[in-house]
């Protein structure tokens, strides 16, 4: 704030002012006593005198009401803004200005407005992002895996084991997949109704999850059958496996077949080698079930039909 007095001669003298606007100014000059242009720099201190000499001349003090009404108001630059209101004396003379320069807090009030929306918005874009990415996972996990018993779908398996064979191929190691099927599982639908078939599918599924190792795939490759890929496993390792969850599995009464193939060099899609283990598994069916079959392909009777 600065006040300023108007002398005879119609000029504005700076009689007052405090510690902000000093601040504001330059602090090592000393204002009182000089004119009011010298507040500003130029042009805009004349403009300034010059207007303030035309609202004295052109309003009554009718019109200004006091100390009420500003007689000037200019914006000083992107955030300031100057109001000079008249001061009167008993007899109703104009003698005094009073200078208000303050900050234009429009300006903060739509920074932080525009900070509040950006915020908002930002925070609304991650909970989106991250719902979308909750969602988009659950989308995946729906189509990578068999609704009922948590292994990985058919289509997904065969993805992943048409992977897994190139990778095994490069580096020269042994691959085994592992097809198994519930024996007579028709009956168990059929005596104990569909809730307890699919209980015992569960029961499958978390027993073959429980006994292999983490970087086997387990999936349900249809109805009662699971294909389990078995990487970086020869056939002794993968009958080892083979055993223990048969018999696991009959621990808790329910009876599977298994068939074993081992990646041979001829097999370059899952394709082949599902065939030489459904095979095989046909054969553990057809030598009485509950048991498991893996020998080598050239050893029986009839070859697997080649998918390439
Ligand atoms: N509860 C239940 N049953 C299913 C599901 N999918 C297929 N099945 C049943 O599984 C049975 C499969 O029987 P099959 O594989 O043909 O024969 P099986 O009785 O297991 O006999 P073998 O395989 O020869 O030992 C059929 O009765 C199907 O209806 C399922 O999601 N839940």
């Known amino acids: 704030m600065f006040i300023v007095r108007i002398d005879d001669n119609k000029k504005f003298i700076i009689v007052a002012i405090n510690s902000s606007q000093k601040a504001r100014l330059d ?6 006593g000089k004119h009011l242009n010298q507040l ?3 042009p805009l201190g004349e403009e300034i005198v010059v207007n303030c000499a035309r609202c004295l001349e052109e309003y009554s003090l009718s019109h200004y009401n006091a100390l ?3 007689i000037y108001e200019r914006k000083l630059d992107e955030d300031c803004q100057l109001c000079l209101t008249p001061i009167a004396n008993f007899q ?3 003698t005094h200005l009073l200078g208000i320069i303050h900050k234009d807090n429009v300006k903060e009030k739509a920074m932080s407005l525009n900070d509040y929306i950006e915020n908002e918005v930002e925070k609304r874009v991650i909970e989106r992002t991250a719902t979308l990415m909750a969602t988009n996972a659950q989308l995946s996990y729906l189509a990578n895996h068999d609704y009922l018993t948590g292994t990985y779908s058919r289509r997904y398996l065969l993805e992943f084991a048409n992977a897994e064979i190139k990778r095994v191929c490069r580096y020269g190691l042994s691959l085994c997949l592992m097809m198994l099927d519930l024996d007579n599982f028709k009956s168990i639908n059929d005596k104990q109704g569909h809730f307890v078939g699919d209980q ?3 029961e499958v599924a978390k027993t073959i999850l429980e006994t292999v190792r983490e970087c086997d795939s387990v999936g349900r490759y249809g109805g009662d059958e699971f294909m389990v890929v078995l990487p970086e496993t020869d056939v002794s390792g993968a009958l080892l496996i083979a055993e223990r969850l048969r018999a ?4 808790v009464n329910i009876s599977i077949s298994i068939g074993i193939a081992e990646l041979e060099h001829e097999d370059i899609y899952i394709e082949a080698l599902i065939n030489k283990a459904d095979y095989l598994l046909l054969k553990a069916k057809q030598n009485g079930r509950n048991r498991i079959e893996s020998i080598a392909i050239d050893d029986v009777d009839r070859s697997p039909t080649k998918v390439w």
């Not at 602090?27 to 009182?32: A, T």
């Not at 696991?248 to 621990?251: C, E, K």
């Open 27 to 32: 602090d090592d000059l000393e204002y009182v």
């Open 68 to 70: 009420e009404v500003n």
């Open 248 to 251: 696991a599995l009959n621990r």
């Open 92 to 94: 109703g003379c104009l």
């Open 40 to 42: 500003f720099t130029k």
């Open 200 to 202: 015992a599918l569960k």
